[in-house]
C-alpha cells in the first residue's frame, strides 16, 4: 500500500487575492486561507505586516500596493519566525525589519530547521523558491514588550502581548483607526497551525488583543474582519479551536492514550466543527502532536525537522 502522505503535497490549486481596505490607508492582502499581509499607508512611507514566503510572492504584495500608494516601503514587520512569513522579505528592500525578541531567539534556536521543514511540507506556499536568499532573514529591529514606529505623523505601535501561535507572536495596532494586524493569534474560517504553539496561554493573549477594542483586523489567514461584531466572531472561533484541541489531548493524557488514539479522539470533536476549515487537514497532525505533548508537560515546543515531521506522520499513520 502507497504511503500517506500530507494533505498539504496534493493542495496545488493557485488561490484567488484580495486587497481589502480595513481603515484608512490600511490593507489586508488575503488569499482564500493562504498567509495573509498587511499594509500600512503612512504619510511617508509604509509598513508591511508578514513579507510572504518568498520574494517573488512578495512582488504581487509589491504590486497591490503600488495599486494605491507610490510611497516608499520603510519597514517589514515580521508577527512570528515561520518561514512561510519571513523569506520574502528581501523584496520590500526595507529600511528595517522589524520583529520580537523572542521570535529573534527562534530564528537562531530554529531558524533553519524550520525553513526546511516548511518547505518539505506545502510546496505551493513557497512558489519561486529560488528567489529565496541563501541563510535566514533576520530582523534589524528588535523588542521585547512593545515599541512605536512613525510613519510621519501616523504612529504604529507593535506589542508582544503573550504567547499563542509561537512563543514570540507580535500585533499592530493603529490608533487613528482602531485596527490591527494579528498574524496567526487569530484566525477566520482557517484552521490555527498549533505545532509550535502555547496552547494555554492563546487564550490569554487574544483576550489582550480584545482589550484593544479592535474596530477592524488583518487576521493571520482568512478574510478581513471589518465591524466589532466580526472582530468578536474571529476571535470567538480561535479560541474555540485552540481550546477544543487542548482539552481533547488533555483529556487522552489523563487516560493514558497513545498519540495514535488521542489523533483519533481530537478528530472526533474537531471535524464536527472546523473540518471544513482552510488547511485543517494540513494542520492536525502538527496540532495533536503539540496538544499531547503539552498536555504531558513539555512546555517548549519540540524543534520540527523533516525527518521529526515523517516520524510523527508514521506514529499517526502506525
Request: aromatic share 10%; glycine share 8%.
Amino acid at each position: 500500500m502507497a504511503e500517506k502522505a500530507f494533505a498539504s503535497t496534493g493542495d496545488t490549486a493557485a488561490k484567488t487575492v484580495s486587497f481589502t481596505e480595513i481603515g484608512p490607508d490600511l490593507y489586508a492582502y488575503t488569499a482564500e486561507g493562504d498567509p495573509n499581509s498587511g499594509i500600512i499607508v503612512g504619510d511617508d512611507g509604509c509598513m508591511v505586516i508578514d513579507a510572504q514566503a518568498t520574494p517573488a510572492m512578495a512582488e504581487d504584495v509589491i504590486a497591490r500596493v503600488r495599486t494605491v500608494t507610490d510611497k516608499p516601503i520603510k519597514y517589514v514587520v515580521l508577527s512570528h519566525y515561520h518561514a512561510v512569513r519571513v523569506l520574502g522579505a528581501s523584496a520590500y528592500q526595507a529600511q528595517g525589519i522589524i520583529a520580537s525578541n523572542a521570535t529573534y531567539d527562534l530564528i537562531i534556536e530554529r531558524g533553519e530547521q524550520d525553513k526546511a521543514s516548511e518547505i518539505g511540507r506545502f510546496p505551493r506556499l513557497f512558489r519561486g523558491e529560488s528567489s529565496i536568499p541563501e541563510g535566514l532573514t533576520w530582523p534589524t529591529l528588535t523588542f521585547e514588550s512593545g515599541m512605536s514606529v512613525f510613519l510621519g505623523k501616523r504612529e504604529v505601535k507593535l506589542f508582544h502581548l503573550g504567547a499563542g501561535h509561537t512563543a514570540g507572536d507580535i500585533v499592530a495596532w493603529v490608533p487613528d483607526a482602531e485596527a490591527m494586524f494579528t498574524g496567526d493569534l487569530v484566525e477566520y474560517h482557517s484552521a490555527c497551525y498549533c505545532g509550535d504553539a502555547y496552547l494555554r496561554e492563546w487564550p490569554q493573549t487574544l483576550d489582550a488583543i480584545l482589550d484593544f477594542q479592535p474596530k477592524a483586523i488583518a487576521p493571520g489567514r482568512g478574510d478581513a474582519l471589518q465591524g466589532e461584531q466580526q472582530v468578536r466572531e474571529a476571535v470567538a472561533m480561535t479560541r474555540d479551536f485552540v481550546s477544543t484541541l487542548y482539552g481533547a489531548a488533555e483529556l487522552s493524557v489523563a487516560r493514558g492514550r497513545s498519540l495514535k488514539e488521542t489523533f483519533g479522539a481530537t478528530r472526533a470533536v474537531m471535524d464536527p466543527k472546523f473540518g471544513n476549515f482552510a488547511i485543517y487537514e494540513h494542520c492536525l497532525p502538527f496540532n495533536v502532536s503539540r496538544a499531547f505533548d503539552e498536555a504531558s508537560g513539555i512546555d517548549h515546543p519540540v524543534i520540527w525537522t523533516a525527518e521529526r515531521d515523517r516520524e510523527m506522520w508514521a506514529a499517526l499513520q502506525g
